[in-house]
């Protein structure tokens, strides 16, 4: 079995202890350092290469969040944090998971599960580029402003395009996050995204409602109420995915 070399990095060193005693129960993970800080992290990240590690998002000095901004090398990253509302930019950092402190071992079960460790050896090289297709059940974060959280992305129903930003829409949020519609085109998975027209990408899970439109087009209504128009063009394209 191939070991995920794992670096624990956290302020506290009650919380790193209590984490490595936690990771004692899954042999496939090897803690192989630590630190406390984002500086002494980044350097220990960048000089060990490690697979995996286990990152604090409130530390003093640079928060979590900056840290992975300045690596040189990303490795597959889980979060811990106190704070359920922190989350991060959508599709910028191939994040894992994250887990609420104190970190209960069933949870933690789950995000390592996540590591799919038996392909890991095949998978190895995805993991570290921001390229590969996201499937629904892939967990994105998304950061806007102060606000940030932490969604599945089933749960999203459309991208809208603002200028070089694309509004999210999932629940009763509408976040910006600074992608574009095409960037985000080529990583969702096409079986369940669809580019409607120039400016909407929709969940095709979504769909309440289709009728025909004007110009042979399409006029979509998604489970909230938004309608989107399918351009001709892209009803061609819908009608022999759907097999209408």
């Not at 570290?128 to 806007?144: C, I, R």
């Not at 949020?173 to 580019?195: M, V, Y």
């Amino acid at each position: 079995m191939k070991h995920m070399r794992t670096i624990i990095i956290d302020d506290e060193r009650l919380a790193r202890t209590e984490l490595k005693k936690l990771l004692h129960e899954f042999p496939e993970i090897e803690v192989i350092d630590e630190a406390g800080n984002a500086e002494e992290g980044m350097r220990k990240i960048n000089t060990q290469q490690p697979d995996l590690i286990f990152l604090d998002i409130q530390m003093p000095g640079k928060s979590g969040f900056e840290m992975l901004e300045e690596l040189e090398y990303t490795p597959l990253v889980i979060f811990t944090t106190a704070y359920d509302e922190y989350a991060l930019r959508a599709f910028e950092v191939n994040a894992l998971d994250y887990l609420l402190k104190p970190v209960d071992s069933k949870r933690l079960e789950d995000a390592i599960k996540k590591l799919n460790l038996p392909d890991y050896e095949e998978s190895e090289a995805a993991s570290f580029t921001n390229h590969e297709v996201l499937n629904e059940n892939s967990q994105v974060f998304v950061k806007d402003g102060d606000r940030c959280w932490f969604v599945r992305l089933s749960d999203i129903r459309l991208f809208e395009s603002v200028g070089n930003y694309a509004k999210v829409f999932f629940g009763t949020n509408k976040p910006l996050i600074l992608k574009s519609l095409n960037a985000l085109e080529e990583r969702l998975d096409p079986k369940a995204f669809f580019r409607a027209n120039r400016k909407h990408i929709i969940n095709l899970r979504m769909i309440e409602k289709i009728e025909p439109y004007f110009n042979n087009g399409l006029l979509i209504e998604l489970k909230d109420g938004e309608k989107i128009e399918v351009s001709r063009r892209q009803a061609v394209k819908f009608k022999e995915m759907m097999s209408l």
